[in-house]
């Protein structure tokens, strides 16, 4: 029962500050002594049922304003406040928090409505300055950004391939001894020159990694929830963050990030981008592309990675002695979110968007394990030759649910005649739109959302194919 004790002194002073009455008029009025409101008011005392019927009847006020359930509701609302990037670490735990919503719950009202404001606000800022880059304006950022966002604003922006890195990896490729069996070489490279084992761990011994090193027993751990190709590219990985700190290091400065955490995000996908190199080393990764007319599964089974890898490193191939297909490429999940973009000339956001719901990447889904292929359209008239898959990820436990993901890579129409998936794209191009926000194409079967360039038709004797119709 001592959980079900209601203690609102705040707001039994909150209300006796509105009507204006001392504590002793108030309790009074009550039928109780000052002192024993006095403790009321501080929550020493709870409310007991008889003082909030008295309240009730006395004031006609609502005994919800007093139940815990709004107190819980308000003390959920205003930690997700404090936990939003631009606060955090300002109170120091759910305490403080906990003694503002007691002690000031009108003050905390209003954090609360001002920060959904500045939330409203801040998203409407968001969409200006999409629209605005996508007429070709150059905006600054607004509202805070958080350091993985400036990060995949940088490496989104510019091309994917880093010479330095590339070559670097390449010669490290060329050191390793010759055969098919790129994670053996791997494995004994760390043995021999860092003295470094590696050791398949289960589930239940390594419940939160991919990969983990003990540097005390010298030794790399891998999960067994990684696919084989997977498990080669944590080992790579590990691999040039020993042989290469230093070039990636340089790299990473090279940047400006204005944050450690920044720097931190970079290095890791520099570190990716090396291991992708050491396991399809430039020249003969480039050569087999071209030769096999840019099959990404043949690409795939050649060098024993995934699909997603083949794919990713496609969009890397623009060294200026032997250049490939300018691929760009996105990765998303089941619900639509985008976290991974780039592009052998940066991610084309301005003008492809990526946002639109009729892109294949997300018919994919239903047709897990098929390479979907399509030309689509933009209402500029740019056309691009697209290539979608499901990709498999981590295994999983029976009771668990893992993130799916989809890849989309994409280059212009005009290369299709270099790729073997360019006689699939014969059908009529699907019209798309950079995302629905700034999208004007009439009558879309597929629109999410009205678009910000135009007013919505609100006309009650016309019902158009859209709900957002304008």
Same mark, same amino acid.
């Given at each position: 029962?001592?959980?079900?004790?209601?203690?609102?002194?705040?707001?039994?002073?909150?209300?006796?500050?509105?009507?204006?009455? $001392? %504590?002793?008029?108030?309790?009074?009025?009550?039928?109780?002594?000052?002192?024993?409101?006095?403790?009321?008011?501080?929550? %020493?005392?709870? #409310?007991?049922?008889?003082?909030?019927?008295?309240?009730?009847?006395? +004031?006609?006020? !609502?005994?919800?304003? *007093?139940?815990?359930?709004?107190?819980?509701?308000?003390?959920?609302?205003?930690?997700?406040?404090?936990?939003?990037?631009?606060?955090?670490?300002?109170?120091?735990?759910?305490?403080?928090?906990?003694?503002?919503?007691?002690?000031?719950?009108?003050?905390?009202?209003?954090?609360?409505?001002?920060?959904?404001?500045?939330?409203?606000?801040?998203?409407?800022?968001?969409?200006?300055?999409?629209?605005?880059?996508?007429?070709?304006?150059?905006?600054?950022?607004?509202?805070?950004?958080?350091?993985?966002?400036?990060?995949?604003?940088?490496?989104?922006?510019?091309?994917?391939? +880093?010479?330095?890195?590339?070559?670097?990896?390449?010669?490290?490729?060329?050191?390793?001894?010759?055969?098919?069996?790129?994670?053996?070489?791997?494995?004994?490279?760390?043995?021999?020159?860092?003295?470094?084992?590696?050791?398949?761990?289960?589930?239940?011994?390594?419940?939160?990694?991919?990969?983990?090193?003990?540097?005390?027993?010298?030794?790399?751990?891998?999960?067994?929830?990684?696919?084989?190709?997977?498990?080669?590219?944590?080992?790579?990985?590990?691999?040039?963050?020993?042989?290469?700190?230093?070039?990636?290091?340089?790299?990473?400065?090279?940047?400006?990030?204005?944050?450690?955490?920044?720097?931190?995000?970079?290095?890791?996908?520099?570190?990716?981008? @090396?291991?992708?190199?050491?396991?399809?080393?430039?020249?003969?990764?480039?050569?087999?592309?071209?030769?096999?007319?840019?099959?990404? !599964?043949?690409?795939?089974?050649?060098?024993?990675?995934? &699909?997603?890898?083949?794919?990713?490193?496609?969009?890397?191939?623009?060294?200026?002695?032997?250049?490939?297909? =300018?691929?760009?490429?996105?990765?998303?999940?089941?619900?639509?979110?985008?976290?991974?973009?780039?592009?052998?000339?940066?991610?084309?956001?301005?003008?492809?968007?990526?946002? @639109? $719901?009729?892109?294949?990447?997300?018919?994919? &889904?239903?047709?897990?394990?098929?390479?979907?292929?399509?030309?689509?359209?933009?209402?500029?008239?740019?056309? *691009?030759?697209?290539?979608?898959? $499901?990709?498999?990820?981590?295994?999983?436990?029976?009771?668990?649910?893992?993130?799916?993901?989809?890849?989309? #890579?994409? @280059?212009?129409?005009?290369?299709?005649?270099?790729?073997?998936?360019?006689?699939?794209?014969?059908? =009529?191009?699907?019209?798309?739109?950079?995302?629905?926000?700034? @999208?004007?194409? %009439?009558?879309?079967?597929?629109?999410?959302?009205?678009?910000?360039?135009?007013?919505?038709?609100?006309?009650?004797?016309?019902?158009?194919?859209?709900?957002? !119709? &304008?």
């Amino acid at each position: 029962m001592a959980d079900n004790k209601i203690f609102a002194g705040p707001r039994v002073r909150r209300l006796r500050s509105e009507l204006k009455l $001392t %504590q002793s008029a108030m309790a009074a009025e009550l039928g109780i002594s000052p002192s024993y409101l006095n403790l009321v008011e501080r929550s %020493q005392r709870p #409310l007991t049922v008889q003082l909030l019927l008295k309240l009730a009847q006395t +004031y006609q006020v !609502d005994l919800a304003a *007093f139940q815990v359930g709004g107190r819980e509701a308000m003390l959920g609302d205003l930690k997700a406040v404090f936990s939003d990037p631009l606060l955090v670490g300002e109170v120091p735990g759910p305490q403080e928090v906990l003694e503002v919503v007691e002690a000031a719950p009108n003050a905390a009202t209003g954090v609360i409505k001002l920060y959904r404001a500045y939330k409203e606000l801040e998203t409407r800022l968001s969409d200006l300055s999409g629209l605005l880059a996508e007429r070709g304006k150059i905006t600054e950022s607004v509202g805070s950004r958080r350091p993985i966002d400036e990060v995949r604003e940088v490496f989104e922006g510019r091309g994917n391939h +880093y010479p330095a890195l590339d070559s670097a990896a390449e010669a490290l490729h060329a050191q390793l001894p010759a055969g098919d069996d790129l994670r053996g070489a791997l494995r004994l490279w760390l043995r021999q020159t860092h003295e470094v084992a590696v050791r398949i761990l289960p589930v239940d011994t390594m419940p939160n990694w991919r990969r983990r090193f003990d540097r005390h027993s010298r030794r790399l751990f891998l999960s067994e929830r990684l696919l084989p190709a997977d498990a080669l590219r944590e080992i790579a990985m590990e691999v040039v963050g020993l042989h290469m700190a230093d070039a990636l290091e340089a790299e990473v400065q090279s940047f400006g990030f204005s944050s450690a955490e920044a720097r931190r995000l970079a290095r890791f996908e520099l570190t990716r981008y @090396c291991a992708h190199a050491l396991m399809m080393p430039y020249a003969a990764f480039q050569s087999a592309a071209e030769k096999n007319a840019y099959d990404i !599964d043949v690409l795939a089974a050649r060098f024993q990675v995934s &699909f997603e890898q083949a794919a990713n490193r496609l969009t890397t191939l623009q060294r200026q002695s032997a250049p490939g297909v =300018p691929f760009f490429m996105m990765e998303v999940d089941q619900a639509g979110n985008r976290f991974r973009r780039a592009g052998a000339q940066g991610f084309p956001a301005r003008r492809f968007g990526g946002g @639109c $719901t009729k892109l294949s990447v997300h018919a994919a &889904f239903l047709e897990s394990g098929r390479v979907l292929v399509e030309t689509v359209e933009l209402p500029d008239g740019g056309q *691009f030759l697209t290539i979608a898959r $499901t990709l498999e990820g981590l295994r999983a436990g029976f009771a668990e649910r893992p993130r799916r993901t989809a890849v989309l #890579l994409a @280059c212009d129409v005009s290369y299709k005649d270099r790729l073997v998936y360019g006689a699939l794209a014969a059908a =009529p191009p699907v019209l798309i739109g950079p995302a629905c926000k700034v @999208c004007e194409r %009439q009558a879309c079967l597929a629109r999410a959302e009205p678009p910000l360039t135009r007013p919505l038709g609100l006309d009650s004797w016309v019902s158009g194919l859209s709900a957002f !119709d &304008f």
